[in-house]
């Protein structure tokens, strides 16, 4: 093999560890190829031997992941996973992080972090519906957390309001670890018919593998090394910033729907991290075959691009098609009517090997399989030492607040950055204004094509009766604390939401982010978590479809919280039974579907305990999967017989601020609740304290609202799960009013108006971030 880059660029021991690759790795290398790489083929490897794209030290802990279900269609390994909706129809779903790019460029990260997982979910045949989205910063009392936030919420919503995509849900949290490293997990939802799902696979012997899309730049070679370091050592090799064009996406969009709906596509896969190296490489690697590539005949926006860097480019906005032989001029004629550029680069052989060839002269030449199966590691991994200090916590070190105390806690925690209202960041912007360039093709779409519609709390699936539910989230403090259970009660939250709903569970995805694996108590950390979540999705029957790792989000030693993200999707069969959160009659029954103990440990890493008392500390329990299952089942039964008014899950700031949303989304004249403790004593612990019972957390309860009518067939339905139901107050106009017995006799602990508690509620993330009117400053 002729290799005239070999003599320009040596490969040197500081060559593949500026690269990224271990003394270890290249040992390796070398002997799976049984000889040296050139400077070319070193590069592929530097990539998809990355932490970013192999998985080095994840992959073994995600293998004890439960995967299979009744509504899977397609798991893990492939672009996105895909879960059945009924009546044919299906939705694929996938969570990414681009973490590193939003802490060094914030609106370009998200804003191509956001591009990405659509195209992932594009590349399974789906049409892109909406995208959910998990982003944590340092507390806003920062300039720069500020900056960040509002920049990374700019660059996600002005992509998705380019693609005509709603933003289905937002989840934001803020707390010290995140300040030097933020986090932006991005889970996209498409839709399709269960016979239109499409693999990224290379398949057919001398099929044609084209490029759709951007010309490539040199902009993020190496984007995914980047991804696989601390960012402090990452800044001092960044990548050229890497910028999205939403418009040429929205065009993609559209002409890889049709493309594949001609029948023309036999395999697609999105060129996100390690470009045209890893689409090429997994694609084959996936079917068993080889590819050969012309690198001349990849469309360049630059002069003098080497193999190497057209490889390696993350130029956004691409996708790798593999066409019918002899259907290349049907897939170029639907590029031209969609104004994109798509061009042949090469074809699919029996060789095993990804081929790079320059003008007919062979550059690289390495076999897929090798290239798409990175060494795994086992790391030493011990229980960390802050848990010493943690642990040691007593919640009798924090005295129980008076009486007169109560409702400015409450308002407080209602105003709490964790807490409030995110709809302000729905609005962020750096454009303004927004005028699409719409040719006559967007006119002609076919109405009937899939999309999601907002019904409530549930988005309806355009031209039938049927609404999914999307939720992500996670509480990194809890995780922090005790990272099995913390995890598992992250699964249960994401689940309880979609259920309360009335939608059923059919799966989830995760974004594991994590500090440097190779410190040993991270790596316990990652563990356990990881262990956490297997069992919490074993016993409440929701698979994992897939997922992203993103690991090394630590600058100077310190880490990030461990910070498993969880993103759920659940489906309705009738959006007209789908239950939202606010009260909505005056004299409804409001009801505590769960467990609420009460004890101290209850106020233990809850948000009550970090922003009143500034302590971030405690023994997690463990949720009691069974009961959390029988919950959810009896959400969904509840839903389908009609019998709840409202639903909101018990989660941050625990009974008294669910009962305290419920009243904030309360329809007009139902904006208020009369609640008494003493129905429920039954269950409170004999040591309960007045703030563990109403504002701590991890407990498995739901407030709910219903018509008096409909309290036996609720209890009975709790009780035949095994699940404890009580009643305890009614909804009222517009004041949230809570007695409780204490040592004096009965006494009104909470006494708060609708308005104070909507002043707090909608009006803190604003006013934090200095924000006036449709998000800008």
Request: negative net charge; glycine residues 10%; contains cysteine.
């Amino acid at each position: 093999m002729t290799d005239k880059y070999k003599n320009s660029e040596v490969v040197t021991p500081e060559v593949w560890r500026q690269m990224g690759l271990r003394d270890d790795e290249y040992k390796l290398i070398v002997e799976k190829l049984g000889r040296e790489p050139n400077y070319t083929e070193l590069g592929l490897f530097s990539v998809l031997w990355s932490e970013h794209c192999g998985y080095k030290h994840s992959k073994n802990l995600l293998k004890t992941l439960p995967t299979e279900g009744p509504y899977v269609l397609v798991g893990p390994g492939e672009n996105a996973g895909v879960v059945d909706i009924g009546d044919g129809l299906a939705a694929a779903f996938k969570i990414e992080s681009h973490n590193h790019p939003c802490a060094v460029e914030p609106y370009h990260g998200a804003a191509t972090g956001v591009g990405g997982i659509v195209r992932d979910v594009l590349a399974m045949g789906a049409r892109p519906a909406g995208v959910a989205g998990t982003v944590r910063f340092g507390p806003l009392s920062s300039e720069r957390n500020r900056f960040l936030c509002s920049q990374v919420s700019a660059g996600m919503m002005d992509y998705l309001r380019t693609l005509g995509i709603p933003a289905l849900w937002l989840d934001a949290f803020f707390a010290e670890p995140y300040s030097q490293n933020p986090l932006c997990n991005v889970m996209c939802v498409g839709l399709m018919k269960v016979s239109h799902i499409h693999r990224g696979q290379a398949a057919g012997i001398g099929n044609i593998v084209m490029i759709a899309g951007n010309p490539t730049g040199r902009d993020g070679i190496h984007g995914c090394t980047f991804a696989s370091e601390e960012i402090a050592e990452a800044l001092e090799t960044k990548p050229p910033t890497v910028e999205g064009d939403p418009e040429v996406e929205r065009r993609l969009i559209e002409a890889c729907l049709e493309m594949m709906l001609s029948g023309a596509i036999v395999g697609i896969q999105d060129m996100g991290a390690a470009g045209i190296a890893s689409s090429a490489a997994e694609t084959a690697a996936r079917a068993g075959t080889g590819i050969s590539i012309e690198i001349t005949k990849v469309p360049v926006r630059e002069e003098g691009m080497t193999p190497y860097e057209i490889l390696l480019s993350e130029t956004q906005e691409r996708m790798l098609l593999i066409v019918e032989r002899g259907k290349v001029e049907m897939v170029k004629r639907i590029a031209d009517k969609w104004g994109i550029q798509a061009s042949e680069i090469g074809v699919v052989t029996d060789t095993g090997n990804l081929e790079v060839t320059e003008n007919g002269e062979k550059v690289a030449q390495v076999p897929a399989e090798i290239l798409t199966d990175a060494p795994l590691y086992d790391p030493e991994y011990r229980e960390p030492t802050y848990l010493l200090e943690t642990r040691e916590f007593s919640a009798k070190s924090i005295p129980v607040p008076s009486l007169d105390e109560i409702n400015q806690i409450l308002l407080r925690l209602l105003e709490s950055p964790n807490i409030v209202s995110k709809d302000v960041l729905l609005t962020c912007s750096q454009e303004t204004s927004q005028e699409l360039e719409t040719d006559q093709a967007f006119h002609n779409l076919n109405p009937k094509s899939l999309k999601l519609e907002e019904a409530g709390p549930v988005w309806q699936v355009s031209g039938t009766d049927k609404g999914l539910s999307v939720v992500t989230g996670v509480n990194g403090r809890l995780v922090y604390l005790d990272p099995r259970a913390g995890t598992q009660w992250a699964v249960w939250d994401v689940l309880c939401k979609v259920a309360a709903t009335g939608a059923v569970p059919l799966g989830i995805s995760n974004c594991l982010n994590f500090g440097n694996p190779e410190n040993p108590e991270i790596f316990w950390q990652l563990k356990e978590s990881v262990e956490g979540m297997a069992e919490a999705c074993s016993e409440l029957g929701v698979p994992v479809t897939g997922g992203n790792v993103s690991l090394y989000n630590e600058t100077g030693g310190v880490s990030v919280y461990p910070t498993p993200t969880i993103g759920a999707v659940g489906v309705i069969s009738h959006v007209d039974k789908a239950i939202s959160p606010g009260f909505k009659q005056p004299g409804h029954k409001i009801g505590l579907i769960g467990k609420l103990s009460g004890d101290e440990d209850s106020i233990c890493g809850s948000e009550y305990l970090e922003r009143i008392h500034g302590v971030v500390a405690g023994n997690v329990r463990y949720p009691d999967l069974n009961l959390a299952k029988a919950i959810i089942d009896v959400l969904i039964d509840c839903s389908q017989k009609g019998l709840l008014s409202s639903a909101q899950p018990g989660s941050l700031g625990g009974f008294g601020t669910a009962i305290a949303l419920s009243c904030i989304f309360g329809a007009e004249g139902a904006k208020g609740a009369k609640i008494n403790v003493e129905p429920m004593r039954w269950m409170l612990d004999t040591r309960h304290r007045i703030d563990s019972v109403l504002f701590g957390e991890c407990n498995p309860l739901v407030v709910v609202s219903f018509d008096v009518k409909c309290e036996d067939a609720i209890s009975e339905l709790c009780n035949v799960k095994g699940v404890p139901f009580t009643v305890v107050g009614e909804v009222v106009p517009d004041r949230f009013t809570l007695d409780m017995c204490v040592r004096c006799g009965e006494a009104k602990v909470i006494d708060v108006s609708y308005a104070e508690m909507a002043h707090a509620y909608h009006g803190a993330m604003p006013r934090a971030l200095g924000f006036h009117d449709e998000g800008t400053r």
